[in-house]
T-cell receptor
Framework: DSGVTQTPKHLITATGQRVTLRCSPR?????VYWYQQSLDQGLQFLIQ???????AKGNILERFSAQQFPDLHSELNLSSLELGDSALYFC?????????????FGPGTRLTVL | DAKTTQPTSMDCAEGRAANLPCNHS???????VYWYRQIHSQGPQYIIH???NNETNEMASLIITEDRKSSTLILPHATLRDTAVYYC?????????FGAGTRLTVKP
């Protein structure tokens, strides 16, 4: 158990819909990272927040957005969903801002878009 | 960040050492080598990292060549639970970029 929690575990929705994925980092960790893992793309970094502020951006689509709240939990919002958005979405947390800090990954949310 | 090359898959007998190679010939002086693994569809798990010197922890050893162009992750006594995809990542201070990794299968 990494100490990172993600909800929900599974999510099934239809194309065009909007969903919100939630992540609670390990106690004391200020950084939250979001990753997408699909069969054809592998594990892709989406975005990082540190203490409420966006720190780094990866391959995140404009239809996707994220935020980190004062209690440090984070939400990833996916809108206008397409079939290709079906994937595992992982959240990770670390103590510092740098990618060098060990990242602790949550169990993931499996999103299925029908 | 430097690109890495890893074999697609490897097998290892249970109880034997598993040696997973990684090539990172374009690594620069301030880039670290990290190893993570992913068991089935679970979240990736940190294993070890290093800059120049060899490193060892309770999970594994990391051997980095003197020119830093390649490294080897060693699991000293592989168990069936070590079956996973192992990712070698080189980074400086940027986001973690996972490649395809090596699928290690530990066989009884």
């Amino acid at each position: 158990d990494s100490g990172v929690t993600q909800t929900p575990k599974h999510l099934i929705t239809a194309t065009g819909q909007r969903v919100t994925l939630r992540c609670s980092p390990r106690s004391g960790d200020l950084s939250v990272y979001w990753y997408q893992q699909s069969l054809d793309q592998g594990l892709q970094f989406l975005i990082q927040y540190y203490n409420g502020e966006e720190r780094a951006k990866g391959n995140i689509l404009e239809r996707f957005s994220a935020q980190q709240f004062p209690d440090l939990h984070s939400e990833l919002n996916l809108s206008s969903l397409e079939l290709g958005d079906s994937a595992l979405y992982f959240c990770a947390s670390s103590a510092g801002t740098s990618g060098r800090n060990e990242q602790f990954f949550g169990p993931g949310t499996r999103l299925t878009v029908l | 960040d430097a690109k890495t090359t890893q074999p697609t898959s490897m097998d290892c007998a249970e109880g034997r050492a598993a040696n997973l190679p990684c090539n990172h010939s374009t690594i620069s002086g301030n880039e670290y080598v990290y190893w993570y693994r992913q068991i089935h569809s679970q979240g990736p798990q940190y294993i070890i990292h290093g800059l120049k010197n060899n490193e060892t922890n309770e999970m594994a050893s990391l051997i980095i060549t003197e020119d830093r162009k390649s490294s080897t992750l060693i699991l000293p006594h592989a168990t069936l639970r070590d079956t996973a995809v192992y990712y070698c990542i080189v980074l400086n201070n940027n986001d973690m970029r996972f490649g395809a990794g090596t699928r290690l299968t530990v066989k009884p």
